[in-house]
């Protein structure tokens, strides 16, 4: 049997080590990620990233971390 896993793109979120708040920034991610799917759509659409980028760069000046987009 095969499966094919379609190629897709996400994020990386790192944070500082020690970060404090990197536990409720992780809760705000996955409040975008919920809002993401509640429209019918997955991580895997192929307009993800392009959708939500703006959303993590308004979390990004609230929250001390940085993220990278790789292609996996």
């Known amino acids: 049997m095969k499966a094919r896993i ?3 793109r996400e994020f990386i979120i790192s944070f500082a080590e020690g970060y404090d708040k990197a536990d409720e920034c992780w809760d705000k ?4 990620m ?3 799917k509640k429209e019918g759509k997955s991580v895997y659409t192929p ?3 392009e959708d939500n980028e703006d959303k993590v760069k308004a979390l990004q000046e609230s ?5 990278t987009i790789e292609e996996r």
Request: proline share 6%; hydrophobic share 35%.
């Open 6 to 8: 379609p190629k897709h």
């Open 29 to 32: 991610l996955q409040e975008i």
């Open 34 to 36: 919920d809002a993401y």
């Open 47 to 49: 307009t993800f990233i």
């Open 63 to 67: 929250y001390e971390f940085t993220y």
